[in-house]
């Protein structure tokens, strides 16, 4: 569940945009609550996800909270809601944001020295998040830990492992409200998807990066491994993505009715977000230069895009 799904709530749609926000604040507001101004770094678009997809559970009290993004102004609030569930989020969040900002320190050996410092004051705040949690979620949560922390070049353990944590995050926060049980798993099914989603689209996204910093990328392995063309490889691995996606087009589109209409439209921006951002990457990447393959360039995306 970390990474790329960025969400661009479109001018136009005022009440889905009006309400996304509601929500983020809602996840920043609590993240100041349960720990302090700082922690507001970690709000994380997909718990907003979450967060939403319940907001009619959560959503019976209203208050108006402080932005600390409008710190020149004193009397600027903004509306938030206030909830327990909110505030499991919020500690979920920070968490997660952890365990990112460790992958990230992994990944770049330079930012090492700094992340040593401060990783024994941040774990500790952040104990009794993990301990509120189901001793399943937990081991979930150190066996993603630890994939992160040595940087594991086996993708299927990734991708599954994402599904699996994303999966029962959403269960740990949805199980603070009164969800009945089988909406609860259909949403849960439907964020697990979006963890998958998103461990699959990191690689497409940073595809050129990698190639530059000799990174791990398993689209690069394979095609390192296989002796076939990078391209070939890119391909392959955008198909696979394509099928995760479609499963979440499907469900969106085939059980509309077991979703919030905010969230569904939240969802699909996101999706069309990232392959706005691949086909950007394909023309960038794979049309110039050795790299460069016209079939790749050329099948992007049809009309939707």
């Not at 938030?80 to 997660?96: C, N, Q, V």
């Not at 849960?188 to 998103?198: D, M, P, Q, T, Y």
Request: glycine content about 6%.
């Amino acid at each position: 569940m970390l990474g790329n799904f960025a969400i661009y709530m479109k001018d136009g749609q005022g009440e889905n945009n009006r309400l996304y926000a509601k929500l983020y604040c809602s996840l920043c507001a609590a993240l100041r609550k349960t720990h302090n101004v700082l922690f507001t770094v970690f709000v994380n678009n997909e718990i907003t996800l979450v967060l939403l997809s319940l907001e009619d559970y959560i959503g019976a009290t209203t208050q108006r909270v402080f932005c600390p993004k409008f710190v020149t102004k004193r009397f600027k609030r903004q509306p938030a809601y206030s909830h327990r569930a909110i505030d499991k989020a919020a500690g979920i969040s920070a968490m997660l944001g952890w365990i990112y900002a460790i992958d990230f320190c992994t990944d770049n050996v330079k930012y090492a020295f700094a992340s040593g410092l401060v990783e024994p004051w941040i774990e500790r705040l952040l104990q009794d998040t993990l301990d509120d949690l189901d001793a399943d979620t937990q081991r979930m949560v150190e066996e993603y830990a630890v994939i992160t922390r040595t940087n594991s070049q086996d993708f299927d353990l990734i991708q599954s492992k994402s599904y699996e944590l994303t999966k029962q995050l959403y269960k740990e926060i949805a199980g603070e409200t009164d969800m009945p049980q089988d909406k609860m798993e259909h949403h849960a099914h439907l964020f697990g998807l979006i963890g998958k989603c998103i461990a699959f689209v990191d690689p497409l996204f940073d595809i050129e990066k990698d190639a530059e910093s000799r990174s791990f990328n398993p689209i690069i392995a394979r095609s390192s491994a296989k002796k076939t063309p990078l391209s070939d490889e890119y391909s392959a691995f955008l198909d696979q993505y394509w099928e995760v996606e479609h499963e979440i087009g499907n469900i969106l589109a085939t059980k509309a009715g077991n979703f919030h209409k905010t969230l569904i439209y939240a969802v699909s921006q996101g999706l069309e977000n990232n392959a706005i951002k691949i086909k950007h990457t394909v023309n960038g990447f794979f049309n110039d230069g050795e790299m460069k393959n016209e079939t790749l360039a050329s099948r992007f995306f049809g009309d939707r895009y």
